[in-house]
């Protein structure tokens, strides 16, 4: 049932990745020419890194042949991480300034954030902030090391059973708080009846396309949709001061785990190209459908897609945040990029269009993150290993938010008010 | 009124740059990228002058309006300058990061020339500029309101869409000319672009006075317009070809392999 038109796309695209899109004029371009595309060693350009998922052996070649055999990375595959990126925070931010239900502040919290913002000092405020993080932090340690253990003892079914039971909250009760609040926002006169078909339509199809099979475009659509719901949980439930510290703590994780010999993350995906099988690949957001039946087989033991509050978010998250180039038995390449990355990156730009009726805040987040993206792949492309896609995007977005915000804010409100153009 | 005027606007506004992104830009990735970093690049030329215009306002006596004003002059002309010298730096980088270009996109040559890329750089800082200039004003246009209650112009909300229509056209055109002038070596060009855009930015000034900053913008725009198609290759025989359909390096630039 996987759509299968990128296959074909794959032998084409391999060598020639800016042609097949651009119709440049033909003094800037070179026709497809496979002996270029087998002599050049030196012009190793964007390989991604040699984890391979296919039923071949591991170790199969030399880098040569890698390259030769290799999709490159190139602009192709970061649009294709722009474009669902950018949807995911236009449905955040197009529910933040439309229901109000998101913005409303109403003293409930999360368990893992106990300590609250409301004092009367800003020390005791900071403080509180930070022990915050420090619990959510710690939380999610834990329980990537957990999901890694797991990994390592081979306890399948366990993941399995939590990652369905964690996707099974998502899409039917979030949704469902959602699609109420939509209702309540536009005054919606709604029945149950109707309420429950349009949830269980919803929620079975999603757990269907995410952890079995599905047409791809409805995968990564069900996976957009689940990732803006947890953003929006997130916006929400976490306190302000402490959401802008979580954001800065994760990405320093999101680093460590993802780049230190010892971190979790790493451990996972040493652990994966071990034993030659693919990470969790319904916890990523894949551009392209897997082909061939042992990956379809692995699919389905582990095509989880999950990202949901509580326990599990911590755990997926380590996976999630990791870059990985995923090889099929048609040397079909795509980028994958991780739906914590996805989530994460909403919370910030969501949060940046909570604050107020100001959109250049919202602009500025949404260029800095598409440029960290950009760049992180770039980097990718120049490392060839798993990268933590964080780090540069949350740094980027957070410097843009605060200085936007009280820097060009004012300016820019001062140069509309006379109606100044720069 | 308010939804008539906030699409009116909002058509007004971007529409032609929309057009030109969807039909040249939005195929080609690698044009994508470098629309975003252009940007990013007009962003970080904000970010700094709004820094230093903002230091200077905390400096200043905020009671008296005409010092505030004059602080404000200061911005628009500083922020200006800036932005002439992010595209320099852009163009420097861009020059620069040609052997990565090289290896990301597996071509002996640039996939995309100069000329694209000033295209494409001036759309970014374009639609960046245009962006941060009127979409607070379009989403007040929404409403609920009264235009001008306090005696100010009836026309705020038009005018402003024009005059970014205008800005967005004109970066785009002035990138071009910049790029040029800039590969050529052509001092005198370049120093002619920084002093249109500075003119168009201080005609601004005598706002709500729309005839003296819109239409002396749009002679400008329409002779940017001229000098950057000479710029880009263009001739009145080139034209007469194009429009009649007989420009086979045209037609065959637009035919998709496969």
Same mark, same amino acid.
């Given at each position: 049932?996987?759509?299968?038109?990128?296959?074909?796309?794959?032998?084409?695209e391999?060598?020639a990745?800016?042609?097949?899109?651009?119709p440049?004029?033909?003094?800037y371009?070179?026709?497809?020419? &496979? !002996?270029?595309?087998?002599?050049?060693?030196? /012009?190793?350009?964007?390989?991604?890194?040699?984890?391979?998922?296919?039923?071949?052996?591991?170790?199969?070649?030399?880098?040569?042949?890698?390259?030769?055999? @290799?999709?490159?990375?190139?602009?192709?595959?970061v649009?294709?991480?722009?474009?669902?990126?950018?949807?995911?925070?236009?449905?955040?931010?197009?529910?933040?300034?439309?229901?109000?239900?998101?913005?409303?502040?109403?003293?409930? !919290?999360?368990?893992?954030?106990?300590?609250?913002?409301? @004092?009367?000092?800003?020390? !005791?405020?900071?403080?509180?902030?930070?022990?915050?993080?420090?619990?959510?932090?710690?939380?999610?340690?834990?329980?990537?090391?957990?999901?890694?253990?797991?990994?390592?003892?081979?306890?399948?079914?366990?993941?399995?059973?939590?990652?369905?039971?964690?996707?099974?909250?998502?899409?039917?009760?979030?949704?469902?708080?959602y699609?109420?609040?939509? $209702?309540?926002?536009?005054?919606?006169a709604? *029945?149950?009846p109707?309420?429950?078909?349009i949830?269980?339509?919803?929620?079975?199809?999603?757990?269907i396309?995410?952890?079995?099979?599905?047409?791809?475009?409805?995968? !990564?659509?069900?996976l957009?949709?689940?990732s803006?719901?947890?953003?929006?949980? $997130?916006?929400?439930?976490?306190?302000?001061?402490?959401?802008w510290?979580i954001?800065?703590?994760?990405?320093?994780?999101?680093?460590?785990?993802?780049l230190? &010999?010892?971190?979790?993350?790493?451990?996972?995906v040493? @652990?994966?190209?071990?034993?030659?099988?693919?990470?969790?690949?319904?916890?990523?957001?894949?551009c392209?459908?897997?082909?061939?039946?042992?990956?379809?087989?692995?699919?389905?033991d582990?095509a989880?897609?999950?990202?949901?509050?509580?326990?599990?978010?911590? @755990?997926?998250?380590?996976?999630? /945040?990791?870059?990985?180039?995923?090889?099929d038995?048609?040397e *079909? /390449?795509?980028?994958?990029?991780?739906?914590?990355?996805f989530? $994460?990156?909403?919370?910030?730009?969501?949060?940046?269009?909570?604050?107020?009726?100001?959109?250049?805040?919202?602009?500025?987040?949404?260029v800095?993150?598409?440029i960290?993206?950009?760049?992180?792949?770039?980097?990718?492309?120049i490392?060839?290993?798993?990268?933590?896609?964080?780090?540069?995007?949350?740094t $980027?977005?957070?410097?843009?938010?605060f200085?936007?915000?009280?820097?060009?804010? &004012?300016?820019?409100d001062?140069?509309?008010?006379?109606?100044?153009?720069? | 009124?308010?939804?008539?005027?906030?699409?009116?606007?909002?058509?007004?506004? =971007?529409?032609?740059?929309?057009?030109?992104?969807l039909?040249?830009?939005?195929?080609?990735?690698l044009?994508?990228?470098?629309l975003?970093?252009?940007?990013?690049?007009?962003?970080?030329?904000l970010?700094?002058?709004s820094?230093v215009?903002?230091?200077?306002v %905390?400096?200043?006596?905020?009671n008296?309006?005409?010092?505030?004003k004059?602080?404000?002059?200061?911005?628009?002309?500083?922020?200006?300058?800036?932005?002439?010298? =992010?595209?320099f730096?852009?163009?420097?980088?861009?020059?620069?990061?040609?052997e990565?270009?090289l290896?990301?996109?597996?071509?002996?040559?640039?996939?995309?020339?100069?000329? %694209?890329?000033?295209?494409?750089?001036?759309?970014?800082?374009?639609?960046?500029?245009?962006?941060?200039?009127?979409?607070?004003?379009?989403?007040?246009?929404?409403?609920?309101?009264?235009v001008?209650?306090?005696?100010?112009?009836?026309?705020?909300?038009?005018?402003?869409?024009?005059?970014?229509?205008?800005?967005?056209?004109l970066?785009?055109?002035?990138?071009?000319?910049?790029?040029?002038?800039?590969?050529? %070596?052509?001092?005198?060009?370049?120093?002619?672009?920084?002093?249109?855009?500075?003119?168009?930015?201080?005609?601004?000034?005598?706002?709500?006075?729309?005839?003296?900053?819109?239409?002396?913008?749009?002679?400008?725009?329409?002779?940017?317009?001229?000098?950057?198609?000479?710029?880009?290759?263009?001739?009145?025989?080139?034209?007469?070809?194009c429009?009649?359909?007989?420009?086979?390096?045209?037609?065959?630039?637009?035919?998709r392999?496969?």
């Amino acid at each position: 049932m996987n759509t299968s038109d990128s296959e074909e796309d794959a032998c084409n695209e391999r060598t020639a990745l800016v042609q097949s899109e651009s119709p440049s004029l033909p003094s800037y371009t070179r026709q497809n020419d &496979p !002996q270029h595309s087998t002599t050049e060693p030196k /012009r190793v350009s964007v390989i991604p890194e040699p984890i391979t998922f296919s039923a071949r052996e591991p170790g199969h070649g030399p880098d040569g042949e890698d390259e030769e055999l @290799t999709l490159k990375y190139g602009a192709k595959h970061v649009i294709m991480l722009f474009v669902p990126v950018t949807l995911c925070m236009v449905v955040v931010v197009a529910t933040i300034k439309s229901v109000s239900f998101y913005t409303e502040k109403n003293g409930q !919290q999360l368990i893992y954030t106990p300590f609250t913002e409301d @004092t009367n000092s800003v020390g !005791q405020r900071l403080l509180n902030s930070v022990l915050n993080t420090i619990i959510m932090i710690s939380v999610i340690v834990v329980m990537t090391i957990f999901l890694v253990l797991l990994y390592k003892y081979r306890c399948y079914k366990f993941i399995h059973g939590w990652l369905i039971l964690s996707s099974l909250m998502l899409l039917f009760w979030f949704s469902y708080m959602y699609l109420g609040e939509v $209702f309540k926002t536009y005054n919606v006169a709604m *029945d149950y009846p109707t309420v429950a078909m349009i949830i269980w339509n919803f929620g079975a199809v999603g757990m269907i396309c995410i952890h079995w099979k599905g047409p791809l475009q409805l995968q !990564q659509a069900y996976l957009i949709v689940i990732s803006a719901l947890m953003a929006l949980v $997130f916006i929400k439930y976490l306190p302000e001061w402490s959401a802008w510290v979580i954001l800065g703590a994760i990405s320093v994780y999101d680093l460590i785990a993802v780049l230190c &010999p010892k971190g979790p993350l790493r451990m996972l995906v040493e @652990t994966a190209q071990e034993r030659n099988e693919p990470i969790f690949p319904a916890l990523i957001y894949s551009c392209i459908s897997f082909a061939s039946d042992e990956e379809a087989h692995h699919n389905e033991d582990r095509a989880e897609e999950r990202e949901e509050a509580e326990p599990q978010r911590p @755990t997926v998250h380590g996976q999630n /945040r990791s870059h990985s180039v995923e090889e099929d038995l048609e040397e *079909d /390449r795509g980028v994958k990029l991780g739906l914590g990355d996805f989530i $994460f990156y909403s919370v910030l730009v969501g949060k940046a269009a909570a604050t107020g009726e100001d959109w250049n805040t919202t602009l500025a987040c949404f260029v800095a993150i598409l440029i960290g993206l950009c760049l992180t792949l770039l980097l990718l492309a120049i490392f060839k290993k798993a990268l933590p896609a964080l780090p540069i995007s949350i740094t $980027f977005g957070l410097v843009f938010y605060f200085s936007t915000d009280n820097l060009v804010r &004012p300016f820019m409100d001062n140069l509309a008010a006379h109606q100044y153009y720069i | 009124m308010t939804a008539a005027v906030f699409f009116g606007c909002t058509f007004i506004a =971007f529409g032609p740059a929309a057009a030109l992104f969807l039909l040249t830009i939005a195929r080609d990735p690698l044009r994508v990228i470098f629309l975003i970093a252009g940007a990013f690049f007009w962003l970080v030329s904000l970010l700094l002058s709004s820094l230093v215009w903002f230091i200077t306002v %905390q400096m200043s006596n905020k009671n008296s309006a005409a010092q505030q004003k004059g602080l404000l002059i200061f911005g628009v002309v500083l922020s200006v300058l800036l932005q002439e010298v =992010f595209r320099f730096a852009y163009y420097k980088l861009l020059k620069k990061a040609n052997e990565g270009l090289l290896a990301i996109s597996q071509e002996d040559t640039m996939p995309i020339s100069i000329r %694209q890329l000033s295209y494409v750089s001036g759309l970014g800082f374009g639609f960046m500029s245009g962006a941060f200039s009127v979409v607070n004003i379009l989403s007040d246009s929404v409403g609920p309101g009264t235009v001008g209650i306090h005696g100010d112009s009836q026309h705020y909300f038009i005018s402003s869409a024009f005059m970014t229509l205008a800005i967005i056209l004109l970066h785009m055109f002035w990138a071009v000319v910049f790029f040029e002038a800039c590969e050529r %070596q052509k001092w005198w060009s370049l120093g002619t672009v920084v002093l249109s855009h500075l003119l168009v930015s201080c005609l601004t000034f005598v706002n709500p006075q729309y005839e003296g900053s819109l239409i002396p913008t749009y002679i400008i725009l329409s002779v940017m317009a001229g000098w950057a198609f000479s710029c880009a290759g263009g001739t009145l025989r080139n034209l007469k070809l194009c429009l009649t359909c007989k420009d086979k390096d045209f037609l065959l630039a637009n035919h998709r392999p496969r």
